[in-house]
Each structure stands twice: as C-alpha cells, then as structure tokens.
C-alpha cells in the first residue's frame, strides 16, 4: 500500500540552527512528492514540490527538498530556522489523482 | 494566493442541529476534497470529488454528506451534529495530474456542543 511516513512527531530547534524534517514514501511507480506548512489555525501552504529532474528542489520561504530514490525519502532542509518557522509540516504523496498526506511534524523554534 | 474559500471560519453548534459547511474555488479546478484533522494530528480524507455529479467517500468513515453541483462549489452537511464531529474541517483543490498541488482553504472550526 502507498503511504507517507514522517518518523518525528516533534522536533525543537534554536533559532538560527539548522533544520532537517524526515519523510519516507512507500509507492511503486515515480512518486509525485510535496512539502506543505500548516499555521496554527491556518489552511496548508505548498512549500516545495517534486515530480522529476533534479533531485534537489528549492521552495518558498528558504527550504529546500532532497529526493533520494534509494531510499524512499524526500527531506526538508533549511540552513538557518527563523522563529516564524514554528508551525506544522506534512508530506505528501500524489497517488493516481488523490494526495496522502504524512501524520506531519511539529516544529517548534526556541529563542 | 489560493483562491479557495471556505466558511464559516468558526462554528460552534449545539448537538442534533444540521449544518453545511461552505468551500468555494475559483480555480476551475475539477478535483476536490474534504479533509477532517484534529488539533495537531494528520489529515484523513473524509470526501472527494472529480467534477460536476462525482462524488466519493474517502478513507475516514464520516456522517457528512458532500455534494457537486457546480465545480466551484463543494459543501460538505451533517444531518444531525454530535459532539463526535468536533474537529477542523479543510478543504482543497487541484487542477487533473499527478504533478498539479492541492490548493487549501483555511478551514472550518466546528465545535458541537
């Protein structure tokens, strides 16, 4: 069965750290990947999508994804988290003409 | 900026009174869908929807009902609210393709009472 697996439930970061959220797929054709945020209170904003080409995807508000095929995952980066970063995170997968979305990772910035 | 609307933002409704909730896109997309998601947990597809008269039900077993009867407008309807259907509801968009996003509204808080 398709699916979208991110391991951290939570994660804490300091301001100005680095930031690396975790996704696995598990699908049997080339995956369609995204990367969405999601503000307290808030719809979901795209942040980053994949689909073919290069591997290393750049998005909005400074993030950036990897895809790597061998091992089913597709990481969110970001070099230097700012404290408005604070919000939810969920990958996503396009499976025929629907999304299925990770349990999502909440990520919270300390001063 | 999404053009998809959905509303009320917030609800709060007493137990056994029918609601609709509103979603609205000016996208022309065909695809669209409900998702229910409690505080900080993930989304589950409740609804979905490929055009005009197309309606489907999703994963999560869910009491709403959904109709399309025209493609820029998707409500969703409890019959009758339970406390049970407390939770926020999104709904989101896309154009046909594998490779098109999902566009979202900023959903609706419902709280039954």
């Known amino acids: 069965a398709q699916s979208v697996t991110q391991p951290d439930i939570h994660i804490t970061v300091s301001e100005g750290a680095s930031l690396e959220l975790r996704c696995n797929y598990s699908y049997g054709a080339t995956p369609y990947l995204f990367w969405y945020v999601q503000s307290p209170g808030q719809g979901l904003q795209l942040l980053l999508k994949?689909?073919?080409?290069?591997?290393l995807v750049q998005g909005i508000k400074g993030f950036e994804a990897e895809f790597k095929r061998s091992q089913s995952s597709f990481n969110l980066r970001k070099p230097s988290v700012h404290w408005s970063d604070a919000a939810e995170y969920f990958c996503a997968v396009a499976r025929n003409n629907d999304m299925r979305f990770g349990a999502g990772t909440r990520l919270t910035v300390k001063p | 900026e999404a053009d998809i609307y959905q509303t009320p933002r917030y609800l709060v409704i007493g137990t056994g009174k029918k609601i609709t909730l509103e979603c609205s896109q000016t996208?022309?997309?065909?695809?669209m869908y409900w998702y229910q998601q409690d505080p900080g947990m993930e989304l589950h597809l409740i609804h979905y929807?490929?055009?005009?008269?197309?309606?489907e039900k999703g994963d999560l077993s869910s009491e709403s009902t959904v109709s399309r009867i025209r493609t820029e407008h998707f409500p969703l309807t409890l019959e009758s609210a339970r406390p049970s259907h407390t939770s926020q509801y999104l709904c989101?968009?896309?154009?046909?393709?594998?490779?098109?996003?999902?566009?979202f509204g900023q959903g609706t808080r419902l709280t039954v009472v």
């Open positions: 994949y689909f073919s080409g290069d591997t």
């Open positions: 929807s490929y055009g005009v008269n197309s309606t």
């Open positions: 989101a968009s896309k154009r046909t393709g594998q490779s098109s996003e999902a566009f």
């Open positions: 996208m022309g997309h065909d695809k």
